[in-house]
């Protein structure tokens, strides 16, 4: 896990990027068409959809990973390092119904593609079980649907499913969009480009497109910005409005902890820790292309990140990419799947594997008391 200094600056700009993705429309100025987009998408009541996540590069210094699961880490970077990750699938919102199909590329000497098939609706998640050949499972579990139910789980958590009304929303979204774009300066991020020049698909049906770029000179007065002036006039809105509060289950306790703690890196250290940030994160490189089609909808982003790490006299960096394009907006959307049938419960599932993790353990042991 990255050192705090650094994870914090990049939540911070992935934060921004989130807010900038959410949606643009063709208005006149790039701030202008981000302002409109949650309007505009508040229209998409359907769409099909497709995406890509592709890691090129993922070296971090041992310093920069937590010692205490320095094991689990290095092990889910060697999977990023050597996985691609895509996915398809559709949307609808009344009824509320999803399908997604995930599929993971494992590169190596003995490449891997492992597809998951995910379906949602507004009560219950099933995920398929897949086949793996480097880690088989009982005929039994394979190939069936794991089935989450959702009100079961809010039950035994003791926390209410969150039921966040789609205008509430899209109105939180409009407020903090706004807060966001009254304290950054709009030409210091935002740019509006042609799709052709940008290297955007030509079967994406962009009329226009709209540049997010931040580099490592700008990160460090974002954060700033966003400590000192963004993050306090959000928890202030969402302090002032009972129906935010109330749909995403936030306490006025906590949002006065976040408050305080804001304030208190204003007054404190947050110098020094923007130094240290300067120090460990050598390069940044980001860049998210918004394309927008003929009928003002945001149907294209692309997301590039290119960052150098140095800690404790070694260096690391990151490079990645995201892409996802969005297609039939509004139209009848067709799922292959539906609710699925063949399934297994969780306890169902713990049951099966329990005993297979108990022959493991076994192993286990016998081969501890063989190197003894």
Do not use: R
């Amino acid at each position: 896990m990255v050192k705090s200094k650094v994870c914090l600056s990049l939540m911070a700009l992935l934060l921004m990027t989130a807010v900038v993705l959410s949606g643009c429309t063709s208005s006149k100025t790039p701030k202008e068409a981000l302002e409109a987009s949650f309007a505009k998408s508040s229209d998409i009541k359907s769409y099909s959809f497709k995406g890509t996540l592709k890691v090129n590069e993922l070296n971090l210094p041992d310093q920069a990973v937590d010692e205490e699961n320095s094991f689990g880490t290095s092990m889910g970077i060697k999977l990023l390092k050597n996985a691609d990750l895509s996915w398809t699938g559709v949307y609808q919102a009344e009824p509320m119904m999803s399908e997604v199909n995930l599929s993971l590329m494992l590169k190596g000497d003995m490449p891997i593609t492992i597809n998951i098939p995910v379906v949602m609706n507004d009560k219950k998640i099933w995920v398929k079980i897949p086949s793996i050949p480097i880690f088989p499972l009982p005929d039994t579990i394979t190939n069936k649907f794991l089935e989450l139910d959702l009100e079961q789980l809010a039950k035994e958590s003791g926390q209410p499913i969150p039921k966040v009304d789609q205008n509430t929303t899209k109105k939180l979204g409009n407020d903090v969009l706004g807060i966001v774009f009254n304290n950054v300066e709009e030409k210091d991020y935002l740019s509006s480009i042609k799709p052709k020049e940008a290297g955007l698909p030509e079967d994406a049906g962009l009329d226009q497109a709209i540049q997010l770029h931040v580099t490592k000179e700008q990160l460090e007065p974002f954060i700033k910005t966003a400590v000192e002036k963004i993050a306090p006039e959000i928890i202030d809105l969402l302090s002032k409005n009972q129906a935010y509060k109330d749909a995403f289950q936030l306490k006025q306790e906590d949002l006065d902890k976040y408050k305080k703690e804001l304030s208190e890196a204003q007054s404190g250290d947050l110098s020094k820790k923007l130094e240290e940030m300067k120090k460990t994160l050598k390069a940044l490189d980001l860049k998210a292309n918004i394309g927008i089609d003929g009928d003002d909808y945001p149907v294209y982003t692309d997301f590039a990140l290119k960052a150098g790490i140095e800690q404790g006299g070694k260096s690391g960096n990151i490079d990645l990419k995201a892409v996802s394009q969005m297609s039939d907006i509004n139209k009848e959307v067709k799922f292959t799947i539906g609710v699925p049938k063949d399934i297994i419960t969780m306890e169902q599932l713990q049951e099966q594997l329990g005993g297979l993790f108990g022959n493991l353990g076994g192993i286990g042991q016998e081969l501890e008391g063989a190197a003894n």
